[in-house]
Nanobody, 120 residues
Framework: QVQLVESGGGLVQPGGSLRLSCAASGSIRRINAMSWYRQAPGSQRELVAAITAGGNTNYGDSVKGRFTISRDNAKNTVYLQMNGLKPEDTAAYYC??????????????WGQGTRVTISS
């Protein structure tokens, strides 16, 4: 199977920065797209940013110009650099990976989530 482990969440003041990481491990033949989603209390999970295996990126409108997604394919790791953080960025952040396993099965996997709180 495949495991995704996120790290880097925490409490930050408005205007601050955080860098989230998500490392994938397990029976991985290929990682296709990797993404970050977030879910605030009482809200639906929303796409924050996505990156293809080739490095093409896509961002949610609310984070464009403030967040940057990147990946290290050698480490099976995706990052989310978050700058100019706002209270409305407070949420649980989840990593998602589109993975093809050694057995040729392609599936989506989720991490356990890491909490980000923006507050003064």
């Amino acid at each position: 199977q495949v495991q995704l482990v996120e790290s880097g969440g925490g409490l930050v003041q408005p205007g601050g920065s955080l860098r989230l990481s998500c490392a994938a491990s397990g029976s991985i033949r290929r990682i296709n797209a990797m993404s970050w989603y977030r879910q605030a209390p009482g809200s639906q999970r929303e796409l924050v940013a996505a990156i293809t295996a080739g490095g093409n990126t896509n961002y949610g409108d609310s984070v464009k110009g403030r967040f940057t997604i990147s990946r290290d394919n050698a480490k099976n790791t995706v990052y989310l650099q978050m700058n100019g953080l706002k209270p409305e960025d407070t949420a649980a952040y989840y990593c998602n990976a589109d993975v093809t396993t050694h057995w040729g099965i392609r599936s989506n996997y989720w991490g356990q989530g890491t909490r980000v709180t923006i507050s003064s």
